[in-house]
Antibody, heavy 121, light 106 residues
């Protein structure tokens, strides 16, 4: 069965950096695009970033563009999110999600359990 | 960015009720819309994709309709396990966006 397991969250000071990981199993990882989605405490869902199945194309929300970098290692079945210049408003639960499509964004058919990032001094 | 406006933001209903949630896009998105259910402390779960297609394993009391700018999620007979928050999401244009959510309460 499909499993997505995020890790790497924690408490970081404003201006700091963090790298999140998402270990995937139960499907052919290098056949599907992958997303990061976040949810601030008590708030709705916000899409963060997408990477195509082969890493050739990446897209970002305006709120994180230039600060966050999505990447993947298909040899390790792992998705990453490098987060730099963190702000208090980046505090959220971060979910990785599998796209239903190989070649473009579609719906998100599987989600991880999330990893919590708290930006605070 | 395409804005998705869900209404209502919350509703109270009883077991057995028919519930309808709407999602309006600020510009046309064809059928590039999905619906998710989220329960407290849990990750979202895909219910409907491509506006009207039922995800495998999702009960048939859930249905979706619409295209262009106006979409609807319907629960034909609300069950106790359906009390949750529901989100629409468009995948027609980057940045991808979610609606603000509809909380379905008892």
């Amino acid at each position: 069965q499909v499993q997505l397991v995020e890790s790497g969250g924690g408490v970081v000071q404003p201006g700091g950096s963090l790298r999140l990981s998402c270990a995937a199993s139960g499907f052919t990882f290098n056949n599907y695009g992958m997303h990061w989605v976040r949810q601030a405490p008590g708030k709705g869902l916000e899409w963060v970033a997408f990477i195509l199945y082969d890493g050739s194309n990446k897209y970002y929300a305006d709120s994180v563009k230039g600060r966050f970098t999505i990447s993947r290692d298909n040899s390790k079945n792992t998705l990453y999110l490098r987060m730099n210049s963190l702000k208090a408003e980046d505090t959220a639960m971060y979910y990785c999600a599998k796209d239903d499509s190989s070649y473009s964004s579609s719906s998100f058919d599987y989600w991880g359990q999330g990893t919590l990032v708290t930006v605070s001094s | 960015a395409i804005q998705l406006t869900q209404s209502p933001s919350s509703l109270s209903a009883s077991v057995g009720d028919r519930v309808t949630i709407t999602c309006r896009a600020s510009q046309g998105i064809s059928s590039a819309l999905a619906w998710y259910q989220q329960k407290p402390g849990r990750a979202p779960k895909l219910l409907i994709y491509d506006a009207s297609l039922l995800e495998s394993g999702v009960p048939s009391r859930f249905s979706g309709s619409g295209s262009g700018t106006d979409f609807t999620l319907t629960i034909s007979s609300l069950q106790p396990e359906d009390f949750a928050t529901y989100y629409c999401q468009q995948f027609n244009t980057y940045p991808l966006t979610f609606g603000g959510g509809t909380k379905v309460e008892i």
